[in-house]
């Protein structure tokens, strides 16, 4: 899997390129928690490039998103294909997680 970072005014916009699963929910989750120590109050994850996520992705996403609450900050969702979306309805996430079609409705939401 491949991560990709950049800066939209005082949101960091992080990209997931393949799969997060067992296997790369390590890396994403280091990437995702040095964001929080270093202070960053909102991250939008940008999944259009997200072909999987297991159950191991969805807990980095719960951890994540509790850090940046107990911070101050949010986390926010966008750009979830049709397998990534089912993941997400099937376990209740689309409702724990503020979860945008796209990049700007995400962005335009904190």
Request: glycine residues 8%; charged residues 25%; negative net charge.
């Amino acid at each position: 899997m491949k991560i990709t970072t950049k800066d939209v005014n005082e949101v960091k916009v992080v990209g997931f390129d393949g799969e997060l699963d067992t296997n790369s929910a390590p890396e994403a989750e280091n990437q995702l928690k040095q964001f929080v120590e270093q202070g960053v109050k909102k991250i939008l994850l940008n999944f259009e490039k997200l072909d999987f996520i297991s159950s191991s992705g969805l807990r980095i996403l719960l951890v994540t998103g509790q850090q940046l609450k107990v911070a101050g900050g949010q986390l926010k969702l966008c750009s979830l294909n049709e397998t990534v979306q089912e993941v997400f309805d099937i376990s209740g996430f689309s409702t724990l997680l503020d979860v945008f079609e796209n990049e700007a409705d995400a962005l335009s939401g904190f």
